[in-house]
């Protein structure tokens, strides 16, 4: 995720319509994040005193889900957008146990290692700005970072195994987001959104990986329980233990 001039997500419009929209236009965004935090749950029973990193923290919603239900955790975001940073912060408030880092991934991923620092180390939407041979770099550093028994879960879009498969995952990215405008009360905006997939497919910023590339490569650098936990169109969560 290259950090220049024109970078969207520096973009205060670009960022608002996203944090704004991104409930209607991320298929089950919030059922993803659900089960995320059902997994931390799961392999954290107590879930405190856990250092976490929150990668591509966005605007800080799965970090401030964790935080609400248990603040006796030290918390660590790193985003590239100063924007999203602001919403975290916002968000978040000044706590002393939640640390903010101005910071793109291939910069995180080349920084010296905090060898066995984190329990936990999260990502939702963002390491696929990241082409694969990148994100072989983040995933090998986030193994170094976290304690032996620690868990990484990724939210993120991946990339269809065929044309014909993103035709269909397409089709059905296009369905959920108008099913969920009517739900939503909103039949007039029906149609609207119709253009996401392909603006999505045509931003160079985008850079999915297929889901089985990135399974394999967490396996290669260590991890195990390697799995995707929940997918539907190209939105899946993933990862695994080390």
Known sequence: MKKDATFKWDDKDFVN????????????????????????AFHFPSLSDLHILDLGCG?????????????????????????????????????SNISFRHQIFEDYSTSQSEDCKYHLIISANAIHHLDL??????????YKELKPGGLFLNIDAVHPSSAHSEEIQFELWKNWINETLEKNGKKSEIGKYDNIPSVY?????????????????????????????????????FGGTK
């Open 17 to 40: 319509f996203y944090t704004n929209s991104a409930n209607l236009i991320v298929i089950e965004r919030q059922r993803s994040i659900r089960i995320l935090l059902e997994i931390i």
């Open 59 to 95: 605007e800080g919603i799965i970090t401030k889900c964790i935080y609400d239900k248990s603040p006796n955790n030290h918390f660590y975001l790193i985003d590239a957008s100063e924007e999203m940073l602001s919403k975290a912060k916002a968000h978040l408030c000044n706590n």
């Open 133 to 142: 041979m990148q994100k072989t770099a983040l995933f090998t550093k986030i």
């Open 201 to 237: 497919k045509n931003n160079l910023e985008d850079k999915p990986s297929v889901l089985w590339d990135q399974l394999q490569i967490l396996a290669k650098c260590g991890f195990r329980d390697v799995d995707c936990f929940y997918k539907y169109s190209i939105f899946a969560v």
